[in-house]
């Protein structure tokens, strides 16, 4: 049985979904500016795990997005996972946030370059394929004037995941480059970690951690 439990933490949006076989069972996705993920995460499993008569020691794996996103979302959604993973010895499966994003639209001809705002006019991005294929190495970019023309006579497709991700990144958009605003949810990490799952991609849970790409900010 492929019964998978799919995290994604790393955004105000606390979502989570289960899967069987790689088709969706349930999922619950709560958007939340105060980041209550810890009050939100622990019940909201153990709830969608009861509305379908399972219970932990029935997953076959838990996949997590690994990030990059709030630091505070990935140690939450990281704790939970690897608290489920190993006194249950279930495999753990990580898929990066921004091939998530990616992954919430069908571009078959286009390139795709998922953003996520760290702050300011800082966002970690990387492109990927129509095939899902990482093209550059992710990173954190200044998205300013002038960023976005490099791509504005090729075949891309900026995505991003928030009202106002969408307005700051169409405000430097003098090109018919192609923006699309779509939700950080774990409904698009199931095929992912379906995949995962027949190739045996699993984590070491014990070195595994969050892909921050920079140090967390210290106070």
Do not use: W
Not at 174 to 202: G, V
């Amino acid at each position: 049985m492929s019964l998978i439990l799919n995290i994604e933490t790393s955004s105000k949006n606390c979502s989570i979904s289960l899967s069987l076989k790689g088709k969706l069972l349930s999922n619950l996705d709560i958007e939340e500016d105060k980041f209550k993920h810890s009050e939100l995460l622990t019940t909201s499993i153990r709830d969608i795990l009861n509305q379908n008569k399972f219970n932990v020691n029935d997953l076959s794996a838990v996949a997590i997005g690994t990030g990059p996103g709030s630091f505070t979302g990935l140690r939450i959604g990281f704790s939970v996972a690897k608290g489920l993973c190993y006194p249950h010895k279930i495999s753990l499966i990580g898929i990066p946030s921004l091939k998530i994003l990616a992954n919430s639209v069908n571009e078959d001809n286009k390139f795709i370059i998922p953003m996520i705002r760290d702050k300011g006019e800082f966002f970690y991005t990387t492109i990927y394929n129509n095939e899902l294929n990482e093209i550059i190495e992710p990173k954190v970019e200044k998205i300013s004037n002038g960023f976005l023309d490099k791509y504005s006579d090729l075949n891309y497709s900026v995505l991003t995941n928030t009202k106002e991700s969408f307005e700051y990144i169409k405000s430097l958009n003098n090109s018919n480059l192609e923006l699309r605003k779509e939700t950080l949810s774990s409904l698009n990490m199931i095929e992912l970690s379906y995949e995962s799952f027949l190739e045996k991609r699993f984590e070491d849970l014990a070195y595994f951690e969050p892909f921050y790409i920079k140090k967390p900010y210290v106070f």
